[in-house]
């Protein structure tokens, strides 16, 4: 099994950017972390990070037949990219959508979302440990679908 | 450590009430399913169910200096009571909200929370499964917290 | 065949409050002549009359097998609560929305209402006979449902 | 004692158009049906239906001391016309809507109209039960007509 | 010099519809006294009413190199009717429109009009003198265009 | 009879400020015509002109027991002076709303008046002219009043 | 194979009417252009054109039956004529809907139409073009319809 | 005379509940003030608090020919709940809405209330001397109705 | 110990204008009221009235450091002077708004003010005893000030 | 005469991704289908697909002075790339914008389009016959430009 | 060259209100520096500053024919007030708008200036440094003017 | 001191895009002018245009702890790019934001901007001019830092 996670815009600042909202932890800690956690539960785990919104797009296509299922954070991309929305609709693996920080809690433009619509589930505001919950919700509904297809 | 999961209005019909939206496990199915995981992670789990918006507020009130984390799925009031995120703001353990159905995929009434704002984090879209990743949550919530405190 | 009446807040102060809106008779003159009317279509009713959601709700789920189809006056609960729209939409039965006033003559915030997208039919404007429209129009839902069944 | 029955626009369509939204009931079943119906209530019964909303309007307007009552199925005007609307406004005998379908369980531009503020009552979802819920409200405001004139 | 007075829907009840909001006069009151008015300002005179929304329109086309202004009170066309609007902006003679109530200190949807934008000026709340302020205006215009055009 | 001409913010530039919207009449050239045409009428005029919302106020009020009605060219203020709009309500004269543009066919801010709910009427887009056809809507509600009082 | 062509209203006065916005060409010039076009494809066509929105909904409940697809332009009747948009939902041959000029780049309440949810497809901003293109549209459709029906 | 204080949602928990919102008394402080104070007026005192809905309905509803006016801090009710307000309109006495904060000042949901337009006056900001001037208030109220009736 | 009592737009006419609304007590009757309660209290008082906004903030400026408290009634100017807002949110002493109508059961446009979320405290709807409660609730700021500064 | 036709995000899967709502065929079959019918109409033929915002803009810049027009289907990017809005108003060569579903009748968010504003004119609802309309569009387009120039 | 800098309401009470937000600069610290690089420039400089929105437009009305350009602070007025934006749209000299703090990290209320539109260009954010981008701003514009008028 | 001059989608069209509302300067003869400028005031200036979203945002991080102040012309990415909002949000030295336009008196969706909230200041209106000022306040607000620092 394989899942591929996917962060957008400015996460590759993760650590140094409002320590205060997205706390003090890099991307690579997070990378490193995950790694280790999809190594006890047996599966393989790849990273891709890009600001550029086509580059996501670009790879939710290209994963099509090759992931079990994708962890994506979009960052702002999330409040207002309907190509990237379209996207993930048009792709036939599962994908969860998690959020650093409870986006409900914030500004009022991120309480909406495009993406959300189109996701299996959504999990916000943990920290770090939201993209913990989302490589377990990645992995079981990987496994629903390998049993759904079974 | 002590858990509660509160249960909002019409929950008590799970498995009953449009099983295609809200599958066909029973709530006693999902918390019989929960005391298990609970009892793996070495921590005391509780639960509490009411159609009552004012029975949920009180049942808030009462956990104060009892739990160590709450998890809450308000069903419908998570997008009207007030009250309801008032209680949530006013006591001083770690909320998780947790969603059974991907309420940014249904109806235009439901993609708006007002107690999404006042909990630590949300998850949603996942079924039975949103409560396993919620107990997670709120065990790592209640963990920060008592080490924050020592 | 069974019917059930149910009656939402400020209802049983009908006859007393603002009699210029909502007429000079009181509940129990209302309920005494649908007995009457039931008892000529040879229909069993009952009554229920409460100012807690949560209490119209749990009446709602009790109903199920119980009943063959309810008319319910939400009053002010029409109009924002979720809790018991979704009540409505998950038991099995056919219920019809009654309105003593015609709600979209009134102020604003009462031509919008929660609950009339999941009843089978609304009936609004016709004073106490609202009520004997409404009986009719259930004991109508409710045999089509038994022919359906059948 | 006169009632009439107009119809507005598509709805000499009905039982051709868009069966599972409308049913199989052509116009001309429902009004001998009613015809039926006013029979056994002793009251005369006439029909109008046009797609015109001036022929609406001329035809409401012709009908001042010539009925009782009216009962109208506007159809879409009842969504915009407010010419119609002042018609309606301005007569001086009683008006019943009527919908077939529930109107608010369907597009959101159907939740609005701009007559129902200035009927006596509304009835909708009932399919051709509808007309026949709405003969015997227009009796019955005719009736108390009487009586507070006499 | 002509000039052509078009009225619209429900205009044709003046004197019995709502006397309170429109006054006592009748349609034909108010165009006996514009005949007269006319005539004093050697002026030709003539009216047109319906309550068709195409024959509104049909009749300010015919009027094309037929009038010297037109005088029009588009009742409730005025809110909705795009088709009217444009009907008016497609003519090349001067457009007067005017309302016997003030329109903006009755029900908000009459505050919004989409006539007024395209018409060269408006009049209303005078009751039937708002057709002699009408009247004067066409006049007026129609002499500006006379004195343009030579 | 007497009549007061009101004119609010920016009217003392006429003729100089944008004078394809405005035209090219000064406030002065207006004010001389209005004087004598008032001569004709036999009735007393006066003018006043301020930019300063609290002195068209004081002038509303002093003009109370001393003027048989008002013509007022509320500038700007119609659409934002919610202070005009009461001293207008508050005074017993009658008031008449005038503009010299048609402001429904300008830019969408102006389409929306608070002053135009209390005026007696409204009369815009006529140039100058829409002065005259105030003055004598002024001198008819005036000899209405004193007829009514008499 | 029969095509008909439906125009809405003020397209009578085409040629005539705002030539910088709807261009030189008459409604009878565009016509002529088409019945040519249609002979090339070995098609026949018909014309109607209606400033009554009754007319035209009339017009298509006739065609039912009788034609293979129609071409309309509803001209002001896209932006709120829901009776017209109930009509061509309600016929069960294929609708093109054109415009000649692009009404995304005019005025705000153009942008917004009730009729191009439930046609086959729409076609703006070509000028006279628009028909041609709307004709080849409308013949492959009702080729389409056949080839699925045989 | 008697005066009755109603306490709603989540006022139980003052002085515990964040106190640089709400202060640092708790409620049984407040109303052991009030007692005193009410004792120096001579008027008799009682109070009532709950987090139900349904129970502060109930108690207004009670309340009826035993008390001669209410102070009510209706909480976050103040923001949705339309059937306490169809309480509020339906008894006969008068009542005064009272707040600790100023709800002005806070977050934008809790600037609009559907209480406000139905109570005789509202007191909000001045901390735990709300209650003392809404007493002083209902006092006043109360006075007057006895004089108005005798 | 020093109170300012600040009144706006139209207050001045108080007694004479719509006393339905506001009341048969003149401005000066109140002031005078006010001027014994404040005696009996020990409290120098002052009076100012104005309808020019500026002049309004030309008195707030210059009262800083020579009163203690002030008791403003802005009148129509709560609704839309941001200036005004400005002027309260930059002096340091308390502000306490008061109406003497209930702002929220009047015309919508008066539900919103911008005042009030820099005011200290707020009370509506007692009629003139709005004033005197709002001197309590000046002196008791005023009060706690000084005990918060020695 | 050369025609460029581009696509945007997500258009590369077409055949692949929701084939309900897309049609079967790939990108590729529409291009070739294209390419034979502008070999037919004796016109030079381009195609670019990006899903990268900025490669969009790249390619309409490169093609100012190559290409006689431009078809695009801005897939996703219609809905809010003002960015992509600005660069085909910079362009000189005519643009016609294509889609192949009917965006109208989908989700309420693909209603509006900022593209659409700035095209010479839009196709939508044709499946692939779209481009085809579309084509035929550009060549007629680029033959008017080009007898206008000369 | 004579340059005008005019300051709206609270701009008096500058280095005093709301220092965290405005500066310690009063406002004549910030003309005194003026008046420095003001002569440095070789131009003029006066100075007015009022709270009263009347005298504002008064000023800029005489400042015609004896200024070459304008900067404006407008405080407040920005958000509201049309009467001020109709002055600076009448008069014939360039006018720059400056403000001290950035408006668009603040209230919502102040992101939308009714001002801005009529301009010839906007700068905030700057403290007292708008100020001085200001008149480098008015320079040139009044510059480009003179040379294009020569 | 190091200066970065950002411009963003289409402004590589400067000069030959929309002369009317852009000028006649290419981006080339701006940043000619503007290392000129930089040269008199001893600063190094460099410069980056992108029509890609995610290369600006790309750009914005390199440039961490290499320039000392920003100035950026985000295109029409100000209206929408929230992903770019929050680069800038998360780089710590000033930005300052500059329009060619005034972007508030050309069309509604350009006078809404997401960047504007986290710049240290805006310019705007000034055409080519607008990028010297933005220069000036990059150079104060660079020097303002570095003397913060030490």
Known sequence: MKILVINGPNLNLLGRREPQTYGKNTLRDIEDNLREQAEHLGVEID?????????????????????????????????????????????????????????????????????????????????PFSYTLGLMAAVDLARQRQSDES
């Open 47 to 127: 990273f891709f990070q890009s600001n550029h919104e086509g580059a996501l797009i670009d790879c939710l296509h290209t994963a099509i037949g090759k992931v079990d299922a994708v962890i994506i954070n979009p960052g702002a991309y999330s409040h207002y990219s309907i190509a990237l929305r379209d996207a993930i609709a048009a792709v036939d693996y599962p994908v969860v959508e998690i959020h650093l920080s409870n986006i409900y809690s914030r500004e009022p433009f991120r309480h909406h979302t495009v993406t959300s619509a189109v996701v299996n589930g959504q999990i916000s505001g943990f920290g």
